[in-house]
C-alpha cells in the first residue's frame, strides 16, 4: 500500500493560516474517517493534534483543525505562532489494524 | 500522565535479531480500551506501521514485515515487545512504540520518543 502523500514543505507568517493536505485513496483516506495528524519534533514523541478527522485532544488548542473531502483530509493551523514550526505528518487506518502514514510536510513560520 | 519508553541496542548485525521493548509508565498496559503499536521511521522516509498487540495476546502485522516480525506483550512487566529477524540494512530506522485508541475511533494517542537502531 503507498503512502499517503503530503507537501515536503509550507510555509506562512505568523498571524496567518495554513492548509496541510493529505492525500490518500479509496482504501484508506476515503473509506475510513480515521485520520490522524500528529505534530513531530526531531529527537521528540509525536503529538497527537488531530484524531477522527475533525477532533481535537483536550490541551490542544483551537487554532488547529481537521477537515475531509473525498480522498484528501486537510490540517489548518490559524493564527500561526512561531513555536508552531515543526514537522506535520498525517495518518489513515487501512483496513486490518493497519495504519499507512503521509511523508510528513515541514511547516516553517516565516 | 502515561508515558512509553523504548529500549534496546543501538545496533544490530546484518541477519542477525533486532529486539526491542516499550515500558509503560503510569498506566496499564491491560486496560481494554487500548491496543499497543510498533512503528519505524526510515531515514528520509515516512512513518511505517509494523505490528499492534492487544494485552491478552490478539496480534497484527503489516504484511511487509509479517513472515520476520514478532510482537508480543508481558503484562507483568508492563511491558510489550517487537522481535525482527534476519534484518538487513533496510531495517535502520527509529522505531517508536505508541498507544493506540481503538474503542472509538483508530489513532495512536501516545508515543515514546523514538529508539534509531542501525543495521551495519
Known amino acids: 500500500q503507498s503512502a499517503l502523500t503530503q507537501p515536503p514543505s509550507v510555509s506562512g507568517s505568523p498571524g496567518q493560516s495554513v492548509t496541510l493536505s493529505c492525500t490518500g485513496s479509496t482504501r484508506d483516506v476515503g473509506f475510513y474517517n480515521y485520520v490522524s495528524w500528529y505534530q513531530h519534533f526531531p529527537g521528540k514523541a509525536p503529538k497527537l493534534i488531530i484524531f477522527?478527522?475533525?477532533e481535537r485532544p483536550s490541551g490542544v488548542p483551537h487554532r488547529f483543525s481537521g477537515s475531509k473531502s473525498g480522498n484528501t483530509a486537510s490540517l489548518t493551523i490559524s493564527g500561526l505562532q512561531p513555536e508552531d514550526e515543526s514537522v506535520y505528518f498525517c495518518?489513515?487506518?487501512?483496513?486490518?489494524?493497519?495504519?499507512?502514514f503521509g511523508g510528513g510536510t515541514k511547516l516553517t513560520v516565516l | 500522565q502515561v508515558d512509553l519508553q523504548e529500549s534496546g541496542p543501538g545496533l544490530v548485525k546484518p541477519s542477525e535479531t533486532l529486539s526491542l521493548t516499550c515500558s509503560v509508565a503510569g498506566g496499564s498496559i491491560s486496560d481494554s480500551r487500548y491496543y499497543w503499536d510498533w512503528i519505524r521511521q526510515a531515514p528520509g522516509k515516512g512513518m511505517e506501521w509494523i505490528a499492534t498487540v492487544f494485552h491478552k495476546g490478539d496480534t497484527y502485522y503489516s504484511p511487509s514485515l509479517k513472515s520476520r516480525a514478532t510482537i508480543s506483550v508481558d503484562a507483568s512487566k508492563n511491558q510489550f515487545s517487537l522481535r525482527v529477524k534476519s534484518v538487513t540494512a533496510a531495517d535502520t530506522a527509529v522505531y517508536y512504540c505508541?498507544?493506540?485508541?481503538?474503542?472509538?475511533?483508530?489513532?495512536?494517542?501516545?508515543w515514546g520518543q523514538g529508539i534509531p537502531v542501525t543495521v551495519s
Open positions: 495518518c489513515s487506518y487501512a483496513g486490518n489494524y493497519a495504519f499507512i
Open positions: 505508541a498507544r493506540r485508541a481503538s474503542v472509538a475511533g483508530q489513532y495512536c494517542d501516545i
Open positions: 477522527d478527522v475533525t
